[in-house]
Each structure stands twice: as C-alpha cells, then as structure tokens.
C-alpha cells in the first residue's frame, strides 16, 4: 500500500480506516474495508477490530498485529481481567477474518453496556491535535466504556448521535455538523466523580500490568479491610450494603452508568460478584466505577502498585494490618548521585522522560515533589513541521504522478483530485489541508482533467492502440472509447484521426 495515514498517539483502528478513506477519497466503506482488510469486515468500527494480520500485511508488515492490537485497540485495558487463554483467544480472533464470538467471550455482550457504544471526542483534544498534528482523530481512550469526560481536559465528552454514528460512515470528529453530536452527560454534577473514573480508566489503559499486579495482590479486599467491612477475610455483607447505598447516591446515572447505579439489590450484585472473584472477565468499566466507589483514585493506584510490587497485598489483607513493605533505605551519597543527575538535564526535557525519575520516585519522592512544584516545566514542545518545503516536495510528486499517468500504455485513468490523491507516494492529506499546501492546491486544480479533454485523450489512444478504429464509424469509435455523452466536436475529431493518420505515416 503506497499510502497509509501515519498513526498518531492513542488513535483507534476505525480512525487510521477513516483519514485512510479520506485520503484515498473512496466513494464506499466496502472500498476501503477492501483496501485495508482484503474484504468486508463488520468490526472495524468495535472494540475489538479483526482482519488485523491482513492490515499489518497491506502495510508490508511495517505495524505488527501485536503493535496494532497494543497501541491501537482497547483490548489492552481488558487485558489484566482474562485469563492467560482468554487473551489468546482474542488475540488470535482479532488477527483473523472472523471475530464471531470475541465480544462472549471477553464479557461484552453479557454486560449491556455495548447499547451506549457511540464514537465519542473531546473538543479540546480535537483542537489540540488539529494545532499540532494538522488533523482530527478518534481516541481510544474516549471510546472506553465509563469514560463520559475526558480525563485530561475534564470537559464533557461530545457523543456522534445517530445517522452520524454509524461506523459505514467513517467520519472523523471535525466532519461532524453541529446536528451530529450532543452532549454524553446532561447533569453537570456529576462531571468530577465522572472526571475521577475517568482518570482511573486512563491510569489503568497505561498500566495494565500494573492493574493485573493488583488484581492478583487482592486490592479490592486490601480496601475493603481499610475501609473496616472486612473482617477475619470475611466480607462483612451489611456493612457493604450499607456503604454501597451511601456511595452510589452520590455516583453517576447517565448512560451506561445507570446499569451499575441501579441501587439495591441489583446494583449491588455486580459488586459482590467482583469482589469475590476479581479476575473472571469482568468488564473494565465494573472495576472502575468500583474503585472510585471505594473511594481510591488513580494516584493511590499507582501509590499501591508501586508498594506492592514485591509482596502480594493478600497478606496483609489476611493478617488484617496496615500494609508496610520493608525497603532498604539509601544513603545520603546515593541519594544526591540520583538528585545530581535529574537536575542536570536540561529544563526543556520533561520530569518524566529523565532516567531518575522513576528511582526518586519511589525512594525520595517528597524532594522529587518539592523540585517539580518549584521549577516552571516547559510545555510539552511539538517537531516543527515545515509545511513550505512539504508542500514544494509535493507539487513535485503531484507533476510526476500526473506525469505516470499519462505516459501509461493501459487503459486512459481520468486526472482527478481522487487519481492524483492517490497516486502522491506521501501521506498527506493536502486536499484537507489548503491552508498548509496552497502551491500543491495551485498544481493539482491545473492538472486535473476535464471531462472534455479526458474523451480527447480517449480518442487519440483508442485510435494509437487499435488501428482498425480510423475506419470505424463516429458512433462505433466513441463506444470503443467508452464515451456515452460527447463533449467533443467533428472538428476536433477529424484533426485527431489526421494527427493519428500522419502519424501511422511517418512511423
Ligand atoms: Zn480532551
């Protein structure tokens, strides 16, 4: 495949397919489904996208299944809740042309929650990649069930409401008119506890090793003994009642939150089969909601997930004690190395990406807290992208591929935006973006062709091709040249049959 949308950050499959179909200025979804899975898949548009091993071999294997399916699918925030079999399952299901039963066998169907899918954006996510990328994309994170606000911008999610949501479409969040979205959440009360699972949702889609360590370390029971309703590792069933009663009071109803906030018994349910076995397929958004309910945040997840690494947190929920994990206290000496060397980097580079954060993190983390807080960070700075010389390299790509398509000896391709679009070697998405390619813009208006002069050019190599054509009838060459209404003139015609003539002579 010549060209394929480079994949930005977080970008789910259905998008890569949207700006692909757009690039390609494909008339139907069948035709880029064609395209891109080698035939007509149905789960382009889900969770779980299949066909993934014939996209990875469109694209000459330079994205892997497992890449795809690790950066651009939202498997992996359902990873740590399978089994080792489930995932494999899945794995192997999404690489192949077929995924019936995928979503059974993960817990989708059974949950419900699959009749509040909707493509969903954040207006100021679209904003900011429109800034820096130049184009609108669909996010995994948003499309997660639960996740109604968006966990970095804390604004409330817009919804694609119907005919707009339809996958067929393949639209992209700025093709949307005002009438095809509305608002996910009507109730602006509940935007902070939404904004909380939010955040532990994005927290647990980075770290879904890190949520599987939990799981297995018993957090849940770890907070229900912090919260006093354990007892001798027995949940104590009234007291549960009791604060589930008070927490979800308080908790969020709309969409799919209305089927877990369902209050007693029903709502409590889910709770208790959670608790009981926390690693039998539940879906992601269960657990969630759940931590937010039990009052932990994504911090204390993380807190938790790095004080446990070691030692499994069942312990201290059988011995019902206060969790403390023996560590070994550097010294002063090694301490300032680690110190000296993250002061060292330059300011630009961020807190993050310097090779001791995570060390003073875990072992001098109120001095790493402290020095953050006083230095001014610099933002997060873009690749400056030089769009002058981009739109140069592609007049000159646009020149040779109308150039190719000329010079073919084949059948005559009319010189459209959509020929030309797709015969530039290079991903842009030029036709979308004026602003940035006003040559390339200039070169494709005088290079596409009319109707007129394409039957011209029709003309000329049905005559260069079959020889027999110049004695032909007017009627009969123009069928031969596939021409149903006839843009051009006798004149026009008889000085192409004299060209074509003279030329026969001279060779
Ligand atoms: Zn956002």
């Not at 949950?111 to 800034?131: N, P, Y």
């Not at 959440?185 to 909380?196: C, G, K, M, Y």
């Given at each position: 495949?010549?060209?394929?949308?480079?994949?930005?950050?977080?970008?789910?499959?259905?998008?890569?397919?949207?700006?692909?179909?757009?690039?390609?200025?494909?008339?139907?979804?069948?035709?880029?489904?064609?395209?891109?899975?080698?035939?007509?898949?149905r789960t382009c548009g889900s969770a779980f996208p299949c066909c993934l091993d014939a996209l990875s071999q469109q694209l000459a294997n330079k994205l892997s299944v497992?890449?795809?399916?690790?950066?651009?699918?939202?498997?992996?925030?359902?990873?740590?809740?399978?089994?080792?079999?489930?995932?494999?399952?899945?794995?192997?299901?999404?690489?192949?042309?077929?995924?019936?039963?995928?979503?059974?066998?993960?817990?989708?169907?059974?949950?419900?929650?699959?009749?509040?899918?909707?493509?969903?954006?954040?207006?100021?996510?679209?904003?900011?990649?429109?800034?820096?990328?130049?184009?609108?994309?669909?996010?995994?994170?948003?499309?997660?069930?639960?996740?109604?606000?968006?966990?970095?911008?804390?604004?409330?999610?817009?919804?694609?409401?119907?005919?707009?949501?339809?996958?067929?479409?393949?639209?992209?969040?700025?093709?949307?008119?005002?009438?095809?979205?509305?608002?996910?959440?009507?109730?602006?009360?509940?935007?902070?506890?939404?904004?909380?699972?939010?955040?532990?949702?994005?927290?647990?889609?980075?770290?879904?090793?890190?949520?599987?360590?939990?799981?297995?370390?018993?957090?849940?029971?770890?907070?229900?003994?912090?919260?006093?309703?354990?007892?001798?590792?027995?949940?104590?069933?009234?007291?549960?009642?009791?604060?589930?009663?008070?927490?979800?009071?308080?908790?969020?109803?709309?969409?799919?939150?209305?089927?877990?906030?369902?209050?007693?018994?029903?709502?409590?349910?889910?709770?208790?089969?959670?608790?009981?076995?926390?690693?039998?397929?539940?879906?992601?958004?269960?657990?969630?909601?759940?931590?937010?309910?039990?009052?932990?945040?994504?911090?204390?997840?993380?807190?938790?997930?790095?004080?446990?690494?070691?030692?499994?947190?069942?312990?201290?929920?059988?011995?019902?004690?206060?969790?403390?994990?023996?560590?070994?206290?550097?010294?002063?000496?090694?301490?300032?190395?680690?110190?000296?060397?993250?002061?060292?980097?330059?300011?630009?580079?961020?807190?993050?990406?310097?090779?001791?954060?995570?060390?003073?993190?875990?072992?001098?983390?109120?001095?790493?807290?402290?020095?953050?807080?006083?230095?001014?960070?610099?933002?997060?700075?873009?690749?400056?992208?030089?769009?002058?010389?981009?739109?140069?390299?592609?007049?000159?790509?646009?020149?040779?591929?109308?150039?190719?398509?000329?010079?073919?000896?084949?059948?005559?391709?009319?010189?459209?935006?959509?020929?030309?679009?797709?015969?530039?070697?290079?991903?842009?998405?030029?036709?979308?973006?004026?602003?940035?390619?006003?040559?390339?813009?200039?070169?494709?208006?005088?290079?596409?062709?009319?109707?007129?002069?394409?039957?011209?050019?029709?003309?000329?190599?049905?005559?260069?091709?079959?020889?027999?054509?110049?004695?032909?009838?007017?009627?009969?060459?123009?069928?031969?040249?596939?021409?149903?209404?006839?843009?051009?003139?006798?004149?026009?015609?008889?000085?192409?049959?004299?060209?074509?003539?003279?030329?026969?002579?001279?060779?």
């Amino acid at each position: 495949m010549e060209f394929f949308p480079q994949a930005f950050p977080d970008e789910t499959i259905y998008s890569l397919a949207a700006r692909y179909h757009r690039l390609a200025a494909n008339a139907s979804y069948r035709q880029t489904s064609y395209d891109l899975f080698g035939r007509y898949s149905r789960t382009c548009g889900s969770a779980f996208p299949c066909c993934l091993d014939a996209l990875s071999q469109q694209l000459a294997n330079k994205l892997s299944v497992s890449y795809l399916i690790q950066a651009h699918t939202l498997l992996p925030i359902f990873a740590p809740f399978l089994s080792s079999s489930q995932l494999d399952t899945a794995i192997k299901a999404m690489s192949g042309p077929s995924g019936i039963g995928l979503k059974m066998s993960v817990g989708l169907t059974a949950s419900g929650f699959e009749r509040f899918g909707a493509l969903k954006f954040c207006e100021r996510c679209v904003a900011r990649d429109i800034r820096h990328g130049g184009q609108a994309y669909w996010h995994r994170i948003h499309q997660v069930t639960g996740v109604l606000v968006c966990p970095y911008h804390q604004i409330v999610l817009k919804v694609a409401s119907p005919p707009f949501d339809d996958w067929r479409y393949l639209f992209l969040p700025d093709g949307l008119k005002d009438r095809g979205f509305e608002d996910a959440v009507q109730n602006q009360n509940e935007i902070p506890a939404l904004t909380e699972v939010a955040q532990l949702t994005a927290w647990g889609f980075r770290n879904s090793a890190e949520v599987s360590k939990l799981l297995t370390g018993g957090l849940l029971r770890y907070r229900l003994a912090e919260l006093g309703i354990l007892h001798r590792d027995r949940i104590r069933l009234s007291l549960l009642h009791d604060y589930l009663n008070g927490a979800m009071a308080g908790a969020p109803q709309s969409r799919e939150y209305q089927l877990l906030n369902a209050g007693e018994p029903k709502g409590h349910e889910w709770v208790l089969r959670l608790l009981r076995t926390p690693r039998r397929s539940h879906h992601p958004f269960r657990f969630y909601f759940l931590c937010h309910l039990l009052g932990l945040d994504s911090e204390r997840l993380s807190n938790l997930a790095f004080a446990f690494e070691d030692q499994g947190l069942s312990t201290f929920v059988r011995e019902n004690k206060i969790p403390y994990q023996k560590r070994n206290v550097p010294g002063e000496l090694k301490v300032n190395a680690h110190r000296e060397r993250f002061v060292a980097y330059p300011e630009s580079t961020r807190v993050h990406d310097r090779t001791d954060y995570m060390w003073l993190y875990r072992n001098d983390r109120i001095w790493l807290t402290d020095y953050v807080r006083s230095h001014h960070m610099a933002a997060i700075r873009y690749p400056y992208v030089d769009w002058a010389a981009r739109d140069a390299e592609l007049v000159v790509e646009l020149q040779k591929a109308s150039d190719c398509l000329l010079q073919s000896h084949s059948w005559p391709i009319r010189i459209s935006y959509a020929a030309l679009a797709r015969a530039v070697p290079r991903h842009y998405d030029f036709l979308r973006l004026a602003t940035k390619f006003p040559c390339a813009i200039e070169t494709v208006r005088d290079l596409v062709e009319t109707e007129h002069d394409f039957q011209l050019r029709k003309i000329a190599w049905v005559f260069a091709t079959y020889p027999q054509a110049k004695e032909m009838s007017t009627s009969n060459l123009l069928r031969l040249a596939a021409i149903r209404i006839r843009r051009v003139s006798d004149t026009e015609l008889s000085m192409l049959l004299q060209g074509s003539l003279e030329d026969s002579r001279q060779a």
